[in-house]
């Protein structure tokens, strides 16, 4: 009996090696027409989510889609869904995708990786005449970089408060919405039961340079960090820049600048991997001869444990009140956006790492420092993501950068990881 049972496993383990290769050509290939929807001059994508260039985007994300035999559809939120049936289509979905917007200024690698990735399965199913057991699905996310909207929709979060933000596009989360062919009215229509999901997957670049730097393959992530993010607003007072005392200003901006040093020493200042950061910042009335009035900035905390981000707020807050005082400017904190921490599943992780494995891929064990759709999804199914190198470590840059062959390494660790998944019971 045991016998047997060990050859009929050495067969499916054949038959698993026996999938069909990515092609990094083609993946490498499309990498570089996605990358001319948004193109910027440094050779990275500008393309916001609700952008004409995010539409552009997924036309052609969607056109793949359709060619690959992918049943699509728009959700309530927005986000691209591309079924394929299984043998057993009563059965769970295994999903998976990334998403398609990047950050002003951004790369041609995050997100597109994962959802060229995820198509690039379907075309080595197709290929090889694959039927899974489960019936599967491509996720493609809506306006990931704006706080991962699409996938709150789906894990049945994404409150209605946040539709009225406006997004980089200029246009609220809501019209954004409108423009990509969903209904923010019949958003919980979006939304998916626990349960009806066998496995989330996403491949996506590690976007700093662990991988990289000690020549590894394959990151298998443990968890992904919460993300806080507040509008801090400052009031001071608006005044001749030419008559008015030093000692008599109510500098919004220079109170600021003392915030910003502040928030930096109260990240730096507990033993950690936190991150504490200031990208934005706008003055008020803004004229080199008016001292600033107003400041508004954005100050956003990471962390793997959501207590820790709380306890450097703390410290911020404290701070914030001690520059109040002594500058006579006063500060107000509006919390924008919560990405909880979450950790991926246990046997999806020793799945993915088995399969890298089997694949003769180098690998490690690893957190993400950067928020995904997964930690979203690890809320109503089990989750996993693969990282594949980012050169130097570069990303939320023009300059990200990942070889053509270690994309088609990641969609091969992907692809065998859902073949394994589609066999195991859990
Ligand atoms: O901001 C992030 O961490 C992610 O890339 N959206
Ligand atoms: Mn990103
Ligand atoms: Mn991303």
Same mark, same amino acid.
């Given at each position: 009996m045991k016998t047997i049972l060990i050859a009929l496993l050495a067969l499916l383990s054949c038959d698993l090696m026996a999938q069909p290769h990515a092609s990094a050509s083609r993946m490498e290939e499309r990498i570089k027409k996605l990358g001319t929807f948004g193109a910027n001059p440094e050779g990275g994508v500008s393309r916001v989510a609700f952008s004409e260039a995010d539409l552009q985007g997924r036309a052609y994300v969607i056109s793949l889609m359709k060619n690959a035999g992918l049943e699509v559809s728009i959700d309530a939120a927005g986000n691209i869904i591309g079924q394929r049936k299984g043998k057993n289509n009563n059965l769970p979905v295994i999903a998976f995708g990334s998403h398609i917007d990047s950050v002003p200024n951004g790369g041609n690698y995050d997100g597109d990786v994962g959802s060229l990735g995820?198509?690039?399965?379907?075309?080595?199913?197709?290929?090889?005449?694959?039927?899974?057991?489960?019936?599967?699905?491509?996720?493609?996310?809506?306006?990931?970089?704006?706080? +991962?909207?699409?996938?709150?929709?789906?894990? *049945? &979060? =994404?409150?209605?408060?946040? $539709?009225?933000?406006?997004?980089?596009? !200029?246009?609220?989360?809501?019209?954004?919405?409108?423009?990509?062919?969903?209904?923010p009215e019949r958003l919980s229509s979006a939304a998916?039961?626990?349960?009806?999901?066998?496995?989330? +997957?996403?491949?996506?670049?590690?976007?700093? *340079? &662990? =991988?990289?730097?000690?020549? $590894?393959?394959?990151?298998?992530?443990? !968890?992904?960090?919460?993300?806080?993010?507040?509008?801090v607003t400052a009031e001071g007072k608006a005044n001749h820049a030419g008559t008015t005392p030093m000692n008599q200003r109510q500098d919004a901006l220079l109170a600021s600048s003392k915030l910003v040093v502040a928030i930096n020493e109260a990240a730096t200042s507990i033993q950690?991997?936190?991150?504490?950061?200031?990208?934005?910042?706008?003055?008020?009335?803004?004229?080199?001869?008016?001292?600033?009035?107003?400041?508004?900035?954005?100050?956003?905390?990471?962390?793997?444990?959501?207590?820790?981000?709380?306890?450097?707020?703390?410290?911020?807050?404290?701070?914030?009140?001690?520059?109040?005082?002594?500058?006579?400017?006063?500060?107000?904190?509006?919390?924008?956006?919560?990405?909880?921490?979450?950790l991926t599943d246990k046997y999806v992780q020793q799945t993915i790492a088995d399969a890298a494995k089997e694949l003769n891929y180098s690998q490690k064990f690893m957190p993400s420092g950067a928020g995904h759709d997964t930690q979203d999804m690890a809320r109503i199914a089990p989750t996993g993501m693969l990282f594949i190198p980012s050169k130097d470590g570069i990303s939320h840059s023009p300059y990200e950068y990942s070889t053509a062959e270690d994309m088609a390494r990641g969609v091969d660790a992907l692809l065998h990881s859902i073949l394994k998944l589609d066999l195991s019971g859990k």
């Open positions: 995820a198509i690039e399965c379907i075309e080595l199913l197709n290929e090889g005449k694959i039927q899974t057991n489960h019936p599967l699905e491509v996720i493609i996310f809506e306006d990931e970089e704006g706080g +991962l909207t699409g996938s709150e929709a789906i894990a *049945g &979060i =994404l409150g209605s408060n946040k $539709l009225d933000l406006l997004s980089h596009s !200029g246009k609220t989360i809501r019209q954004g919405i409108q423009l990509l062919g969903g209904d998916r039961k626990k349960g009806s999901i066998h496995a989330f +997957l996403e491949l996506h670049i590690e976007q700093g *340079g &662990i =991988l990289f730097q000690e020549g $590894l393959q394959i990151g298998v992530v443990e !968890g992904i960090v919460g993300i806080n993010q507040w509008r950690g991997r936190q991150v504490a950061t200031v990208g934005k910042i706008a003055a008020w009335p803004g004229a080199p001869n008016v001292i600033p009035g107003k400041t508004e900035f954005m100050l956003e905390i990471r962390d793997l444990s959501h207590d820790r981000i709380m306890e450097v707020f703390s410290k911020v807050r404290l701070r914030a009140e001690e520059i109040s005082k002594s500058s006579g400017v006063s500060f107000r904190f509006e919390l924008l956006n919560e990405n909880l921490p979450a």
